[in-house]
């Protein structure tokens, strides 16, 4: 029984350490930045591509994505940069958010560096005639999409192995 459970754990940190190598391989990235490495690193990259520190909060970058102006958060885990937050820096009407919303998934649909997990293309749509308040406030629903960048280079077999 004890070497099944020796084996059984072999195999498991096996493939932690290639999940591991894997990914330090191929980071997601934003802007052209890797999002890893340490937050003061992370500000001094996204600083030289002209985003700016907020007078009001030193935890927020100002600047500009996608043509609008947005506000940057920078989330770490354990010190380490694990993702990055885009929060537009205007307030919009629900139509606004409608637009916003449609226009990002569709760029995300036509770009071949991400996947979605859900097939279908008009599944990231808002309706014209919904009411997102009402359906946010009396039916708790979310407005979500998910988008997995796909690595830049080939997977190697082995290392799924």
């Known amino acids: 029984m004890r070497t099944v459970l020796k084996i059984i754990l072999l195999i498991c940190v096996q493939n932690l350490i290639s999940a591991y190598v894997f990914a330090q391989k191929d980071v997601t990235q934003f802007l052209g930045i890797s999002i890893d490495g340490y937050k003061p690193e992370m500000i001094k990259k996204l600083q030289e591509k002209g985003f700016v520190i907020s007078s009001v909060n030193k935890d927020v970058l100002l600047g500009e994505f996608n043509g609008i102006k ?8 354990n010190n380490k940069v694990c993702r990055i937050m885009v929060s537009d820096d205007n307030m919009i009407d629900e139509g606004g958010i409608k637009i916003r919303f ?57 290392v799924l192995k």
């Open 70 to 77: 947005v506000n940057l958060f920078i989330v770490t885990n």
């Open 102 to 158: 449609n226009s990002l998934c569709q760029q995300f649909q036509n770009n071949k560096k991400y996947v979605s997990p859900l097939m279908s293309d008009s599944s990231y749509t808002i309706s014209e005639d919904e009411d997102i308040s009402y359906e946010m406030s009396a039916n708790s629903k979310r407005y979500e999409a998910v988008f997995y960048q796909l690595p830049t280079k080939k997977i190697d077999s082995a």
